[in-house]
């Protein structure tokens, strides 16, 4: 395995904590894209990361990559910390690994993940609640009709 291989496997082992421990042995069983396409979209878009990280930091490549990862988040039931904890983590990998080389100014490219995701994950959120307030007013409007109905 190459240290990107480790470095990705290891990321996503940390990226899945957020999870309760039945969902987390079944992401990490499960590689195939059907029997489990978060877990498959989590490892590519993990490593599509990584090889931004090591490399030019396409802001394009990095937004596309974290699109899967924020968008599924943003829709669960977990606070933003632990919605976008896994960006930071990846330092963590990466002192772990004594991979440091690998990675130019890691601090400093591990920040504009962060900035990335969170920037993200705010326009994600602000988008579930326009449409959960279109739901309402639609829901609203038909009241009167529904009550005629019944």
């Not at 082992?13 to 059907?34: C, H, N, W």
């Not at 989590?42 to 930091?57: D, H, I, Q, Y």
């Amino acid at each position: 395995m190459s240290s990107f291989d480790s470095i990705i496997e290891a990321w996503f082992l940390k990226a899945i904590e957020i999870y309760p421990q039945s969902v987390r042995d079944g992401m990490t069983r499960m590689t195939d894209r059907f029997r489990s396409p978060a877990a498959f979209s989590l490892r590519e878009s993990l490593a599509m990361l990584v090889k931004e990280m090591a490399g030019e930091m396409k802001i394009d490549a990095i937004t596309a990559a974290l699109d899967g990862i924020v968008r599924l988040r943003a829709v669960q039931e977990y606070t933003p910390e632990a919605a976008l904890a896994f960006a930071p983590r990846l330092g963590d990998v990466i002192r772990e690994q004594h991979a440091e080389a690998l990675f130019p100014n890691v601090e400093q490219r591990i920040c504009l993940l962060v900035d990335c995701a969170l920037e993200q994950y705010a326009a994600c959120r602000k988008e579930i609640a326009q449409v959960r307030s279109r739901a309402e007013w639609r829901l609203q409007a038909l009241e009167p009709w529904m009550r005629q109905v019944q």
